[in-house]
């Protein structure tokens, strides 16, 4: 049998304002075109319930109760990192035997879902406050500002296997909650370093640090790339250059050097790699390699 096509909210609202304006059921289904019968149905339902709105329909049951979906979801606010397993092992301790599959798709619909941890650069108090100082000092800044400034930064390449993932639920949006990210700090080793820089007009050079960076050598590498990439990327006179607080960056010995090429220097709150745009630039960098 062809299933009867629905009529929409708006049809079914007209019928209950002409059954209101004292309309009978057949001059009603006469004027909107649709069988007395459903007419006297969506009336008797206004009647009862209110609505024309389309009532929840009966079905399978649910396996997890609605008490154990907030218990689940109540867990796993709580502590993101919380297995499927885990969850299945609570309602099984509770009476409820379930998979793990169901799991993720009662989750699912309470809008949270399995997600890889976010790695977050590991902020304390004092981080927090001088990133919170940096983003209201710049809050009104024009964005011809922000075209004058060169990005740089150095990152490291992994050729061979992935750094450890946890995997959190979580909401929508919510990828950079405390709860759903895994706090790093910086540290030696990788195969290949690379420094760069970039702007808005494009992107400057790219070097490999073929050895292990320290002070001296990063000036060479600002002394032998830097000046050249602003030319080639036509900056404007008083261009800013960026870089974050590693100690071969705030050396005395770099700090003079800057001064002395009159470089002007973007002051850069510690821990915050992500407020620079050239972390999404090394994104896809290492995602080509």
Same mark, same amino acid.
């Given at each position: 049998?062809?299933?009867?096509?629905?009529?929409?909210?708006?049809?079914? *609202?007209?019928?209950?304002?002409?059954?209101?304006?004292?309309?009978?059921?057949?001059?009603?289904?006469?004027? +909107?075109? +649709?069988?007395?019968? #459903?007419?006297?149905?969506?009336?008797?339902?206004?009647?009862?319930?209110?609505?024309?709105?389309?009532?929840?329909?009966?079905?399978?049951?649910?396996?997890?109760?609605?008490?154990? %979906?907030?218990?689940?979801?109540?867990?796993?606010?709580?502590?993101?990192?919380?297995?499927?397993?885990?969850?299945?092992?609570?309602?099984?301790?509770?009476?409820?035997?379930?998979?793990?599959?169901?799991?993720?798709? #009662?989750?699912?619909?309470?809008?949270?879902? !399995?997600? !890889?941890?976010? &790695?977050?650069?590991?902020?304390?108090?004092?981080?927090?406050?001088?990133?919170?100082?940096?983003? &209201?000092?710049?809050?009104?800044?024009?964005?011809?500002?922000?075209?004058?400034?060169?990005?740089?930064?150095?990152?490291?390449?992994?050729?061979?296997?992935? *750094?450890?993932?946890?995997? +959190?639920?979580? &909401?929508?949006?919510?990828?950079?909650?405390?709860?759903?990210? $895994?706090?790093? +700090?910086?540290?030696?080793?990788?195969?290949?370093?690379?420094?760069?820089?970039?702007?808005?007009?494009?992107?400057?050079?790219?070097?490999?640090?073929?050895?292990?960076?320290?002070?001296?050598?990063?000036?060479? $590498?600002?002394?032998?790339?830097?000046? @050249?990439?602003?030319?080639?990327?036509?900056?404007?006179?008083?261009?800013?250059?960026?870089?974050?607080?590693? @100690?071969?960056?705030?050396?005395?010995?770099?700090?003079?050097?800057?001064?002395?090429?009159?470089?002007?220097?973007?002051?850069?709150?510690?821990? !915050?790699?992500?407020?620079? @745009?050239?972390?999404?630039?090394?994104?896809?960098?290492?995602? %080509?390699?």
């Amino acid at each position: 049998m062809a299933k009867t096509k629905e009529l929409s909210k708006d049809t079914r *609202n007209k019928i209950v304002d002409l059954h209101q304006a004292g309309k009978t059921e057949s001059a009603i289904g006469k004027q +909107v075109g +649709v069988k007395k019968s #459903t007419v006297g149905a969506i009336i008797r339902k206004w009647k009862t319930y209110k609505t024309t709105d389309n009532l929840p329909r009966s079905g399978a049951p649910r396996k997890i109760s609605p008490r154990g %979906v907030k218990m689940i979801t109540r867990t796993v606010s709580k502590n993101p990192r919380t297995t499927r397993g885990d969850l299945v092992n609570d309602l099984q301790r509770a009476g409820t035997k379930v998979t793990k599959a169901t799991i993720s798709n #009662t989750l699912r619909r309470q809008g949270l879902k !399995s997600c !890889s941890a976010r &790695r977050v650069p590991l902020l304390k108090p004092v981080h927090v406050r001088a990133r919170l100082k940096f983003a &209201r000092e710049h809050l009104d800044d024009p964005e011809e500002d922000w075209e004058n400034v060169i990005w740089s930064d150095e990152t490291k390449i992994e050729l061979f296997g992935k *750094n450890s993932t946890c995997r +959190v639920w979580r &909401r929508k949006n919510a990828e950079l909650h405390p709860k759903n990210t $895994i706090p790093t +700090v910086k540290h030696g080793g990788g195969n290949i370093m690379l420094w760069g820089c970039f702007s808005a007009k494009g992107p400057g050079r790219l070097i490999r640090v073929k050895e292990r960076m320290n002070g001296a050598m990063y000036r060479e $590498i600002l002394s032998k790339n830097l000046l @050249p990439s602003a030319r080639a990327l036509k900056m404007k006179r008083g261009w800013v250059f960026q870089h974050d607080n590693d @100690p071969k960056h705030t050396a005395r010995a770099t700090k003079e050097w800057l001064r002395k090429k009159h470089f002007k220097v973007l002051e850069w709150p510690s821990q !915050s790699p992500d407020l620079n @745009p050239i972390e999404n630039l090394w994104r896809e960098k290492i995602c %080509v390699a």
